[in-house]
């Protein structure tokens, strides 16, 4: 018997065009590579991809379901014509969550312990020892977001003596995390934040969220990191409060623009360290394992997991 189509289309893993038919028949489905493969629109069940172009997805009349090959589905709902009465899964997967914990745990320590400062001193062949500028049990550092990735980060920093806290919408129960919620408790969070992380999903409330607004908030010498969207980020208000010496320095792994243009001022910004959207990038062996499930979920008539909240936007 033939088996579902599942049509992709939009930013995939890398090598997933590659990957054998037999590959994909193996976890119960057949591939349908848009731009690649013919295909008769109507013959279309499921559809998945990251990122597609506006419009494709209405031109697939009888969709059963939508998987996001990636954990953010902000890329599906910018679409005007998504086909809203059709769910729309996002990718819940313990590697991502890993890569994206290992991704801030990296970047705090390395901030946290200097490792530019030994860096630069290695290269002068200097013996320059410095003190840690505060103990790890005196320095704050809150997730924007405490979801998926955002816990999962907070779980990763927590042997490591750090005061951890997260903001969310509901509140949280976690141990060793102060939990703080809704847009009222912003504030309070923001004003004890020496590492201000953002995992939040892009959506109408949080678009524009690091802004000069939330960067005044954080105490002086405070570090802002942006793993969750370019969107959240005014990336002029960034590089004000970095050139006023209000913030000590920034990471950021997403932007307005991606791929991030040559002529912009972040490339070069003393205080900025930019990495190409890899916080965590989608694992093809998981991704597989996802459509699969979820294409078996459908066909047997199951609840799908992790059916994104369109009011919501996330
Ligand atoms: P989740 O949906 O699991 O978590 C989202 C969190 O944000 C929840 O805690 C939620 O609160 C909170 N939140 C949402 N809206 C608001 C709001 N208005 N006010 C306060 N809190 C809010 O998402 P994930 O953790 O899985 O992913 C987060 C984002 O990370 C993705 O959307 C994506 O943009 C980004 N990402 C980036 C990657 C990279 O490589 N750079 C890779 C993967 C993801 P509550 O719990 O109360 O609902
Ligand atoms: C994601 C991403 O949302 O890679 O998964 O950004």
Known sequence: MAQPKVLFKGMLPPGWAAIDQARFAAHGFEAVIADRDEYQPEAIHY????????????TLPNLKAIFSLGAGVDGFLRDPDLPRQVPLVRFVDPTLMHEMAQYVVMQVLMIHR?????DAAQRDSAWRQRMLLRASRDTSIGMLGLGDI????????????FQLSGWSRSRKHIAGIKSFAGEEELPQFLAQCDYCICVL???????????????AQLPEGAWVINVARGGHMVEADLIAALDSGHLAGAVLDVFQAEPLPPESPIWLHPKITATPHIAALTDVKA????????????????????????????
């Open 114 to 118: 200097g490792q530019r400062f030994f």
């Open 287 to 314: 991704a597989l394992a996802f459509i699969g499930d979820c294409v078996a979920r459908c066909e047997s008539g199951k609840k799908l997991e992790n059916v994104v909240d369109l009011n919501r936007g996330y």
């Open 150 to 161: 955002g816990s999962t980060i907070a779980a990763s920093l927590l042997p490591f003596d």
């Open 201 to 215: 999903p892009l959506t109408d409330d949080t678009r524009g969220i690091l802004s000069a607004k939330l960067f």
């Open 47 to 58: 559809f998945s991809g990251f990122r597609p172009a506006p419009g494709f997805m209405k």
